[in-house]
């Protein structure tokens, strides 16, 4: 069973943060099984391993950088083309 406290504090990060990692619910003091039951209830939708984002959530064409952005921090983007 869910906490609604944990669900309150997961769904207002989300909001925040746009796309969720597991290891953000550390800050706040959930536990890392919550997004997965969030998943499961169709509260939070999984974009990839440890990382969700609410369901109705606008898709840029950008999503695949926001992706790699929040899984891997010190990533660095390059330009591939200039137009």
């Known amino acids: 069973m869910l906490s609604e406290t ?11 943060k746009g ?16 997004p997965t039951r ?3 209830a169709g509260l939070l939708e999984r974009v990839g ?3 969700y984002r609410v ?6 064409e950008f999503e695949s950088l ?4 929040a899984k891997v921090p010190q990533a ?3 330009l591939f ?3």
Do not use: K, M, W
């Open 6 to 16: 944990h669900t309150r504090r997961v769904l207002d990060l989300v909001g925040q």
């Open 19 to 34: 796309l969720l990692r597991a290891s953000d619910l550390a800050a706040i003091d959930v536990p890392r099984v919550v």
């Open 38 to 40: 969030l998943n499961a």
């Open 49 to 51: 391993r440890g990382l």
């Open 55 to 60: 369901p109705d959530a606008e898709v840029s």
């Open 66 to 69: 926001g992706t790699v952005a």
């Open 76 to 78: 660095v983007f390059c």
């Open 81 to 83: 083309t200039a137009l």
